[in-house]
């Protein structure tokens, strides 16, 4: 079985980065053969500082490394070191229906965001995103892709492309099936909204003390007093990122307590950034060992890329082939 996963290095990474993809992505490890990027192709179309782009590729794979990623069980690299890619991304743009792109919820989204302030930036790169994920996809003959829901749709527009694709063609791509966790779907923000840098709310994985206590310190509340009782105490956004971080015990024990009233809301956002804190202080160590040692990062990057376009090279002239290009 072989597993596809890739991340934006579009900024920090965050609480719903790593729950919603690294954490899932890293004990996949150990269930097939793993294919991980960093997508920085896919960045482009939000991001357009270049040193930047560079230094958010490599803290992902810091991070990731960080986190438990086994450069021996896993093919990790840029997305951008393997050219087959691209050329991919070409060849099924041609057989990929616009009312297909045009129907996609992330692309409607982005594009009524965007034309609020600026009609210029919807660009042809957010219109035809689904196609070079589909290529990232079907290149390296994946057959499992763990997703989260906002990208569940774009998972069924690489099995559309695919399955058209075949039909034109013959039998040429993997038809891949979407991996969802649903206990993951959507990790809170400090706002209540769904973490994401585009919001501004992100708790980020590796933030120094003072930084993670004031955002933590920060999480928005309702203005109920300390003794009263809060029966909707599972919906408190601290309460939902305690789950993740506290044993289930410890967690539960909050939540009882905010529910029965009693439990001032700065004496749980002090837990929540206690069990924070606890819970990446490994890999915080372990990180700043690898910062020492980027030749070590970048080498595992070069070898991961090698790797990937044994695969992709493989799949590129099976296309190539059957469409009539060699």
Not at 27 to 34: H, I, P
Request: aromatic share 10%; glycine share 6%.
């Amino acid at each position: 079985m072989r597993i596809l996963s890739g991340i934006q290095p579009s900024g920090a990474l965050h609480l719903g980065n790593y729950f919603g993809m690294m954490k899932p992505a890293i004990e996949l490890q150990d269930k097939g053969q793993a294919f991980y990027f960093i997508a920085n192709y896919h960045s482009m179309t939000t991001l357009v500082d270049p040193e930047k782009r560079r230094q958010y590729s490599i803290d992902v794979a810091l991070d990731f490394l960080a986190c438990g990623l086994d450069p021996q069980k896993t093919v990790f690299f840029r997305q951008s070191d393997v050219p087959e890619v691209p050329e991919l991304t070409w060849i099924l743009s041609t057989v990929t229906p616009m009312g297909l792109l045009e129907r996609c919820h992330s692309y409607k989204d982005k594009k009524a965001k965007l034309a609020e302030n600026d009609l210029e930036k919807v660009n042809h790169g957010l219109f035809a995103y689904p196609v070079l994920m589909a290529a990232d996809i079907l290149i390296y003959d994946s057959n499992i892709v763990p997703v989260g829901r906002d990208q569940q749709q774009h998972l069924e527009v690489t099995r559309d492309i695919a399955i058209k694709f075949n039909n034109i063609y013959g039998e040429t791509f993997v038809i891949p099936e979407a991996l969802i966790r649903e206990e993951v779907a959507v990790i809170p923000g400090t706002d209540g909204q769904k973490m994401s840098k585009s919001y501004g709310n992100t708790i980020e994985i590796f933030l120094d003390e003072a930084t993670a206590r004031k955002k933590i310190m920060g999480i928005v509340m309702d203005s109920r007093s300390v003794q009263e009782p809060k029966p909707d105490a599972d919906n408190n956004i601290a309460i939902q990122l305690l789950k993740f971080l506290a044993p289930p015990d410890v967690a539960k024990n909050y939540e009882d307590r905010l529910r029965a009233g009693g439990l001032g809301y700065a004496e749980l956002k002090k837990a929540l950034f206690k069990y924070y804190w606890e819970y990446f202080s490994e890999m915080r160590v372990k990180r700043a060992e690898l910062e020492k040692n980027l030749d070590f990062v970048y080498e595992v990057l070069k070898k991961g890329a090698e790797k990937a376009r044994v695969q992709a090279s493989i799949v590129l002239k099976r296309a190539r082939k059957v469409c009539g290009i060699d």
